[in-house]
C-alpha cells in the first residue's frame, strides 16, 4: 500500500507569515502531486499541481518537488485567517492510475 | 461549466431505506469518481468510472451500487446501509483516468 505522510497539525501561524506545509511519499515512480485545501464541512478543493523538481508558483501558494527525496511541499506566503483550512497532500499511484490522500494538516492563522 | 454538483446536499435515511446520489459534471472529462469521507479523515476512494465504465472498485460492500448511465452523470445507489455508512459522499471528475481531480460539494449522509 503506498503511503503519503503529512504532520496533522495543527500548524499555527500569525497573519502575513509564511506558511510551510510538507509532504513525504513512498512510491519512488510517482509523477504527479496535488495540493488541496479543504475548509470544515466542505469539499476538497485544488489549489495546486506540480510534476517536475522545482518550484511552481501560482499566486501566494508556491509548490516544491523533490522526487529524490519523495517531497513535495506547499508554501503560503502572506498567510491570511481565511487560509485557515485542511491542507490534503495528494500523490498519483502510478500503477493504480488513482490518488493516495495524506491525512492532512490543519493549518491556523492568527489574526 | 465548470464545476461538478452534487445533489442532495444532504440525505437522512433509514436502515431498510433506498435511496441515490447523484453527481453531475459537463466539463467533457471522461473519468469519475465516488469517494467517502468520515470526519477528519481524508476522502477514501470507493469507485472508479473511466469512459462510463467501472474500472476501480476498492472492494466496497454491495449495499452501495454505483451507476454511470452517460459521460455527465454518476449515481450512487444505496440499499440497506449501516449507521457507520454515514458520512460525507464526494463525487469528483477528471479530464481522464489519473489527471487532477475536481471534486463536486458532497451529500452529507446520515443513516439511522
Known amino acids: 500500500q503506498k503511503e503519503v505522510e503529512q504532520n496533522s497539525g495543527p500548524l499555527s501561524v500569525p497573519e502575513g507569515a509564511i506558511a510551510s506545509l510538507n509532504c513525504t511519499y513512498s512510491?519512488?515512480?510517482?509523477?504527479?502531486f496535488f495540493w488541496y485545501r479543504q475548509y470544515s464541512g466542505k469539499s476538497p478543493e485544488l489549489i495546486m499541481s506540480i510534476y517536475s523538481n522545482g518550484d511552481k508558483e501560482d499566486g501566494r501558494f508556491t509548490a516544491q518537488l523533490n522526487k529524490a527525496s519523495q517531497y513535495v511541499s506547499l508554501l503560503i506566503r502572506d498567510s491570511q485567517p481565511s487560509d485557515s483550512a485542511t491542507y490534503l497532500c495528494?500523490?498519483?499511484?502510478?500503477?493504480?492510475?488513482?490518488?493516495?490522500f495524506g491525512a492532512g494538516t490543519i493549518l491556523r492563522v492568527k489574526s | 461549466d465548470t464545476e461538478v454538483t452534487q445533489t442532495p446536499k444532504h440525505l437522512v435515511m433509514g436502515m431498510t431505506n433506498k435511496k441515490s446520489l447523484k453527481c453531475e459534471q459537463h466539463m467533457g472529462h471522461r473519468a469519475m469518481y465516488w469517494y467517502k469521507q468520515k470526519a477528519k479523515k481524508p476522502p477514501e476512494l470507493m469507485f472508479v468510472y473511466s469512459y462510463e465504465k467501472l474500472s476501480i472498485n476498492e472492494s466496497v460492500p454491495s449495499r452501495f451500487s454505483p451507476e454511470c448511465p452517460n459521460s455527465s452523470l454518476l449515481n450512487l445507489h444505496l440499499h440497506a446501509l449501516q449507521p457507520e455508512d454515514s458520512a460525507l459522499y464526494l463525487c469528483?471528475?477528471?479530464?481522464?483516468?489519473?489527471?487532477?481531480?475536481?471534486f463536486g460539494p458532497g451529500t452529507r449522509l446520515t443513516v439511522l
Open positions: 469528483a471528475s477528471s479530464p481522464l483516468r489519473g489527471d487532477e481531480q475536481f
Open positions: 495528494a500523490v498519483k499511484e502510478e500503477y493504480g492510475n488513482k490518488l493516495v
Open positions: 512510491d519512488r515512480v510517482s509523477q504527479s
